[in-house]
């Protein structure tokens, strides 16, 4: 049960604090901290991987006096270690007085103590304290006596009374020191051991300790790309804000290339806006039906806004919503009933006695007060009548005409329900302070109340005190969610602690009912009456909090009814019939159908329009900003249809007080930019403003992944960064790619997972690449393309680990290296089979540089490296490549050869590429290489990185 207890993670904290107070030893206390932190999660899955960064190095060298000083000298000199260090000095004063006092007597002074102490108690429990009192006068005579004839007695018992006030100063000396325990225990492992600690694991995971990667769990965020929550500020977001900021009203198109995280960047606006709402372009070019799909969006999301429901169109027969309706308010009525009124007939059995003595006693008082006050306002009215208090008659006319006159003010009821609200709940508790104060004011209970003994007053205090500790324990641990399983079965400490707080409770009213002096007071004749009173305060309070709801604006009026027009079609039918009732009939009957027609798009603009200043003028004047965001326009196709889109819509944008935010294609983005060279179209009419939403950095995409998943490491998002060229939504597949690899192969290193990922990627490319080169026209002499295609993707599909990637290697060199002035100079191709294959050799190219970069032991020297030779060794850089192949394959071989040089990579296909650095990792499938040497366990350190390549002539 307790290694249970010890495994649970919400508990683990609480115990550990536990074990600082029961051993507060300083050794004690640092193995306590030395334990917890190995057994957190996130720095235990790190260890057992490489061979030198085990627990058991850790705990070893954790222990030694060089790491224990470190420890020590990391947390220095604080209060809480002052505190402790002085908690221990008293301690051991306390103890040595102790002891000191005990050696001086005969008697063993714990077993004196008690035959002291527990007659002491039983005289008390069972006579009263009176008892007590003459018992402890009695022992003391005696004790005199003894004194008085010259025995050792009082010195005896003296030494062993000063050695048990000393041993309680010892005891609350060491409850000091627990607690001071506790505090220090928390410095030193939070401020002492943790940084030491992993700063040791670094050094013990020997080169690139970031390149580890160890998944502990499900990554919620990487699997949901679209859940809320996630989103991290980002230069875009900060320029967005700022021209907000800037603006009262107008049009912002968001432009990107796709997956750049425009759309994130348009939810995420909309939720900090007052009222926000995104929607979605047609797919289709059909502005109409856009139109009427945002009219109703924003008449819903008003609605629910300001606290109605939409309304629900019918769909069943009128019999079938009065019969659901109806089923409803019956399944209400019988809750309510069967808890109302089995409560209401209790209430007023109890209280039915004490009300009839009440009634009794003041029936005739009130009775003659109720008839002479009856008996002024008839002669008060007689008066008037007749004419003999003229100014009382002037009084009532203005009245009158006041009452008449606030008809559309009625300020005199919500004078009242002000006056109420704030003096209800004060009236109330008054009643209930009344009721209960009550009690010290009634005479035949201050007669009852001497007779209550200590003993049973103490059991009493007792357990109120201890069901009231359960019952807030029971709200505290509401939201904590504590539980335990045993076996199959799962307790909640939520219902522990009120099933104890029931059966404590339970328990003190069946003590109050049986003990005769405490049943005496419960029986007094007006209790009755005080709970009744203590209830009807209670409920008097709460109602004073209670307000009628609020009529329903006209605005939220006026949008249901643009909700009936826009998704309904209302048909109207009137019928006259005219006949006689005779033996020969003669009549007439005509009917008349009306229907409504829908809007079309001039008059559903205009009814947009004038809904949507409405609406944006009553949030203004409470100082909240209306937001509305147009997703997706860039799906439409070309840039042609997005601007005729822009043209159909632009009768809705410039709304006063309304912002648009619209994402757009970067070309839209660039016809605005171009501002009317050579000439102008309607974005120059269209648009405020244009945000390009940038690709995210590599420090953006750390905090991207960080805040979705607690796995990733920097140089895991280092890869996912450079695969997908800093967008963000390739930035989260790649992220959830790499994890599965991860549990595919099993491995920890990034070299191994950055080999299957790339390698993995580009045979996916390359297999694209094919099947649109199958489509071009072909000749014997350029045929020999298609065979480097195949053998490469040949070679890519056997490729099962690093020992056979020697084959692989060259073909993809041979493959990369080649230019369009030595391989296709002299072959019968067309120009787009041309563009196609320079394109595949610019991503194997990029493919083979990354593998280079990723997969050699010591990046992080190699990086710093790197960086030393000029902006293109700079990490981002990579990043800046795979972006600039969506541009031209020319321009970006052109970076990717200046970045290969700044990292001193090879500018030629002939050299062994990789084959000695990886010859110094292990195979995740096999234990030795190609030429039959063993090789280390999977996860070993890898040795001295290898030499970097000699700069040839293209430095």
């Known amino acids: 049960m307790l ?57 070893r060298e954790m ?52 035959l002291i102490l527990a007659p002491s108690f039983i005289v008390l429990i069972t006579s009263g304290f009176l008892a007590l009192l003459v018992a402890l006068l009695s022992a003391a005579l005696g004790t005199f006596i003894l004194f008085w004839i010259g025995t050792a007695f009082w010195f005896n018992l003296r030494c062993c009374l000063i050695a048990a006030a000393l041993g309680i100063s010892a005891a609350a000396g060491r409850v000091e020191l627990g607690y001071r325990a506790v505090f220090w225990g928390v410095t030193l492992h939070d401020d002492g051991v943790v940084p030491v600690m992993d700063g040791m694991i670094r050094h013990l995971m020997g080169e690139d300790p970031d390149s580890l990667f160890v998944p502990q769990g499900a990554s919620t965020g990487l699997r949901a790309p679209r859940a809320p929550g996630f989103a991290i500020p980002t230069g875009a977001m900060d320029q967005l804000q700022r ?9 912002i198109a968001v432009c990107g290339p796709r997956g750049v995280g425009k759309s994130t960047l348009l939810e995420h606006a909309a939720d900090q806006a007052d009222f926000g709402l995104v929607v979605q372009a047609p797919a289709t070019y059909a502005p109409h039906d856009f139109l009427v799909s945002l009219s109703v969006r924003l008449c819903q999301d008003y609605m629910q806004h300001e606290g109605y429901p939409a309304p629900e169109f019918a769909r069943l027969s009128p019999f079938h919503r009065m019969l659901n309706s109806t089923r409803r308010r019956i399944k209400a009525l019988a809750r309510w009933t069967t808890f109302a009124l089995p409560a209401a007939a209790l209430l007023i059995l109890g209280v039915s006695s ?46 009158a005409m006041a009452w008449w006159g606030s008809r559309h003010d009625p300020w005199v009821p919500r004078t009242l329900g002000r006056l109420w609200n704030r003096f209800g709940a004060k009236l109330g508790m008054l009643l209930a302070l009344a009721s209960l104060g009550s009690v010290f004011f009634d005479p035949q209970i201050r007669q009852l109340a001497p007779d209550v003994q200590f003993n049973t007053f103490a059991a009493a205090a007792f357990l109120g005190f201890g069901w009231l500790l359960l019952f807030a324990g029971s709200q505290s641990l509401q939201l904590m969610d504590a539980h335990l399983e045993i076996g199959r079965w799962t307790v909640y400490a939520t219902d522990v602690f009120r099933l104890l707080a ?74 006259l019939s005219n006949g006689t009732a005779q033996i020969m009939t003669m009549g007439g009957s005509h009917a008349t159908s009306i229907s409504t027609m829908p809007p079309n798009f001039p008059a559903l603009v205009e009814e947009f329009r004038d809904l949507l200043t409405e609406i944006a003028d009553t949030l203004a004047r409470r100082k909240q ?59 120059d009419s269209s648009l405020d403003d244009i945000i390009h939403v940038e690709a ?87 045929s020999d393309i298609l065979s480097d295609f195949r053998t490469l993707c040949g070679h890519l599909k056997t490729s099962q680990c690093e020992c056979t990637d020697g084959p692989l290697r060259h073909a993809l060199a041979e493959f990369a290296h080649q230019t369009p002035d030595t391989r296709l100079r002299h072959t019968d191709i067309t120009d787009s089979a041309r563009q196609l294959i320079d394109e595949a050799a610019a991503y194997s190219y990029f493919s083979l540089t990354l593998l280079e970069i990723l997969t050699t032991p010591g990046l992080d020297r190699r990086s710093e490296d790197a960086k030393s030779e000029g902006p293109y060794g700079a990490l981002e850089q990579l990043a800046e490549a795979r972006l600039e192949l969506t541009i031209s394959p020319y321009s970006a071989r052109t970076l990717m050869t200046h970045i290969r ?30 030429f039959g040497r063993p090789r280390p366990r999977r996860g070993r350190v890898p040795g001295p990185a290898a030499p970097p390549h000699p700069r040839d002539h293209n430095r």
Not at 557 to 573: D, K
Not at 659 to 679: M, N, Q, T
Not at 713 to 733: F, N, Q, V
């Open 3 to 59: 290694w249970s207890l010890r495994n649970k993670p919400w508990l683990a904290p609480w115990i550990q604090l536990v074990q600082f107070f029961r051993e507060p030893s300083r050794d004690e206390v640092y193995e306590r901290c030395v334990d917890a932190a190995l057994d957190d999660p996130q720095r235990a899955r790190k260890l057992d991987i490489r061979p030198r960064a085990t627990r058991r190095i850790v705990l």
């Open 63 to 114: 222990h030694t006096p060089v790491y224990r000083a470190a420890v020590f000298t990391k947390v220095g000199d604080r209060k809480e270690k002052t505190a402790y260090d002085k908690a221990t000095v008293d301690l051991e004063r306390a103890r040595s007085r102790q002891q000191a006092a005990a050696d001086q007597t005969e008697w063993p002074w714990g077993i004196v103590c008690a």
């Open 243 to 251: 021209k907000l900021s800037h603006l009262d009203e107008g049009t």
């Open 354 to 399: 004490a009300a009839r003595t009440l009634y009794d006693q003041y029936q005739d008082a009130v009775a003659d007060t109720a008839d002479t006050t009856v008996h002024a306002v008839q002669d008060w009215i007689r008066e008037v009548w007749n004419g003999h208090a003229v100014v009382t008659s002037v009084v009532v006319i203005i009245v």
């Open 502 to 575: 029931t059966l404590v409770g339970t328990y003190l009213l069946y003590f109050l009912i049986r003990t005769p002096s405490t049943y005496a007071l419960l029986a007094d004749p007006e209790n009755p009456l005080r709970l009744t009173g203590l209830v009807a305060g209670g409920l008097l309070a709460r109602a004073a909090g209670w307000r009628p709801r609020p009529a329903k604006p006209p605005l939220v009026t006026r949008c249901e009814n643009h909700l009936y027009r826009l998704q309904t079609i209302q048909t109207t039918t009137n019928t």
């Open 625 to 683: 900003r209306v937001l509305i965001g147009i997703d997706e326009v860039d799906r439409l196709g070309s840039d042609a249809q997005a601007l005729a889109f822009l043209a159909e819509i632009k009768a809705i944008l410039g709304v006063r007080h309304v912002y648009y935010l619209i994402s757009v294609a970067e070309d839209v983005g660039a016809a605005f930019v171009r501002r009317g060279l050579p000439h102008r179209d309607v974005t």
């Open 696 to 782: 995210c950095t590599l420090t953006e995409a750390k905090t991207i992944l960080d805040k979705r998943s607690e796995d990733h490491t920097p140089h895991t998002a280092l890869l996912a960064h450079s695969l997908s060229g800093g967008l963000l939504r390739d930035l989260l597949r790649y992220g959830l790619q790499i994890e599965e690899i991860q549990a595919k192969t099993g491995t920890h290193e990034l070299s191994h997972i950055a080999r299957e990922l790339i390698l993995e990627e580009l045979a996916e490319t390359l297999a694209g690449f094919r099947t649109l080169l199958g489509k071009q026209q072909w000749t014997q002499d350029s």
């Open 901 to 930: 040089k700044a990292w001193s990579l090879n500018d030629g296909p002939n050299i062994d590429i990789l084959g000695s650095a990886l010859r110094q990792w292990s195979c995740p499938l096999h234990g030795s290489d190609p």
